[in-house]
T-cell receptor, first 114, second 111 residues
């Protein structure tokens, strides 16, 4: 099976702009989670989608949003970008939502906000 | 914070030696997992240990879990240069369907 794919791999945006990142999960996986990784805060959970519904959400401001389509592909959107949003954004898929919660990660999208 | 803490933050050893990393967490868990991340790339799942298990092996990896101490350790035996990476523990807590990651241990294997 093909792994989790994320596009684009690298992105440079200006403060105040918005950005949309895309994630295609492993075929058959219905759960998609998003994480933000920064040197200072480490890996932080953003949200999880399962069957097009947001199942869980981390402690991020409303500028961070996401959605999942019927084919399980997911997008996350960040509006009004801030310098602190520069990070590696990781998407992970899982066959099911719940226990056990083994995640398969994509290569990430490196977002730089200038 | 529910985030796990890993110890040490960085570890440098010679090829062939064993590497041990520790992870502590704060609340009751369903499972604990270990992931590896090569520089700036995605995470790779290594091993999952359930809360009712005490030890698990996978190839050169050995994971232990002590729920009374809320801690886990990852042992990599006979290390290789390719093991150079950051290693993260991740827990999913009872009542929360999400993974919480530790800050990671940066492992360097010197040839």
């Amino acid at each position: 099976k093909a792994g989790v794919t994320q596009t684009p791999r690298y992105l440079i945006k200006t403060r105040g702009q918005q950005v949309t990142l895309s994630c295609s999960p492993i075929s058959g996986h219905r759960s998609v989670s998003w994480y933000q990784q920064t040197p200072g805060q480490g890996l932080q959970f953003l949200f999880e989608y399962f069957s097009e519904t947001q199942r869980n959400k981390g402690n991020f401001p409303g500028r961070f949003s996401g959605r999942q389509f019927s084919n399980s592909r997911s997008e996350m959107n960040v509006s009004t970008l801030e310098l602190g949003d520069s990070a590696l954004y990781l998407c992970a898929s899982s066959p099911l939502s719940g226990n056990p919660y083994e995640q398969y990660f994509g290569p990430g999208t490196r977002l730089t906000v200038t | 914070s529910q985030q796990g803490e890993e110890d040490p933050q960085a570890l440098s050893i010679q090829e062939g030696e064993n590497a041990t990393m520790n992870c502590s967490y704060k609340t009751s868990i369903n499972n604990l997992q270990w992931y590896r991340q090569n520089s700036g790339r995605g995470l790779v799942h290594l091993i999952l240990i359930r809360s009712n298990e005490r030890e698990k092996h996978s190839g050169r990896l050995r994971v232990t879990l002590d729920t009374s101490k809320k801690s886990s350790s990852l042992l990599i035996t006979a290390s290789r240069a390719a093991d150079t990476a950051s290693y993260f523990c991740a827990t999913d807590f009872q009542g929360a369907q999400k993974l919480v990651f530790g800050q990671g241990t940066r492992l360097t294997i010197n040839p």
